[in-house]
């Protein structure tokens, strides 16, 4: 069973750029989250995604955004990057989602913003 | 808000050390608790969880008893090996919350050496 697969994993982009990261998640797994990752705020949760509506939303700018299509698969978006945007992004992927849910996570998309 | 605290690494120890992370949390209510794991070069996967106090996780060796009257979660493994180098994660689900979002602790890196 293939697990979460996040593309590009590595990228690197200059200020004011966007950005847009992708998620397939297991395959049956409705709900996709996100999350960000940094040295210095650790990890971070983004948004969730479940059946294509967004279900939960972490305090981040609204340059930060996400959709999810009707095959379960997710794209994150980032406007405006600044410096501090940063950080690995990951997602993951869960078969209910619930907070009791286990969440199965990619190995990260690593943005680099110069 | 919501928080989890976890102690500072990084933690080394000798082959069969008995380790101990601790994990303390600030929440409203009864959160589900979790441990997550990251291995070097992989993404987080779920180690072991508890729902409600005094339920005890346990998976591969290690085991965290969720103890409502301290706030604490901490994990605990009788006999350490190379293999369990990783970085470790505590983490807390809101009882408030309908989706899977979770709130990390910084993580806590663990050196096993033979």
């Known amino acids: 069973k293939a697990g979460v697969t996040q593309t590009p994993r590595y990228l690197i982009k200059t200020r004011g750029q966007q950005v847009t990261l992708s998620c397939s998640p297991i395959s049956g797994h409705r709900s996709v989250s996100w999350y960000q990752q940094t040295p210095g705020q650790g990890l971070q949760f983004l948004f969730e995604?479940?059946?294509?509506?967004?279900?939960n939303k972490g305090n981040f700018p609204g340059r930060f955004s996400g959709r999810q299509f009707s095959n379960s698969r997710s794209e994150m978006n980032v406007s405006t990057l600044e410096l501090g945007d940063s950080a690995l992004y990951l997602c993951?992927?869960?078969?209910?989602?619930?907070?009791?849910?286990?969440?199965?996570f990619g190995e990260g998309s690593r943005l680099t913003v110069l | 808000g919501d928080s989890v605290t976890q102690m500072e690494g990084p933690v080394t120890l000798s082959e069969e050390a008995f380790l101990t992370i601790n994990c303390t949390y600030t929440?409203?209510?009864?959160?589900?608790l979790f441990w997550y794991v990251q291995y070097p070069g992989e993404g987080l996967q779920l180690l072991l969880k508890a729902t409600k106090a005094d339920d005890k996780g346990s998976n591969k060796g290690f085991e965290a008893t969720y103890r409502k009257e301290t706030t604490s979660f901490h994990l605990e493994k009788g006999s350490v090996q190379v293999s369990d180098s990783a970085v470790y994660f505590c983490?807390?689900?809101?009882?408030?919350?309908?989706?899977?979002?979770?709130?990390f602790g910084k993580g806590t890196t663990l050196s096993v050496s033979s």
């Open positions: 995604y479940f059946s294509e509506t967004q279900r």
């Open positions: 993951a992927s869960s078969l209910r989602g619930g907070r009791a849910g286990e969440l199965f």
């Open positions: 983490a807390l689900s809101a009882p408030n919350q309908a989706g899977t979002a979770l709130i």
């Open positions: 929440a409203t209510g009864y959160p589900s």
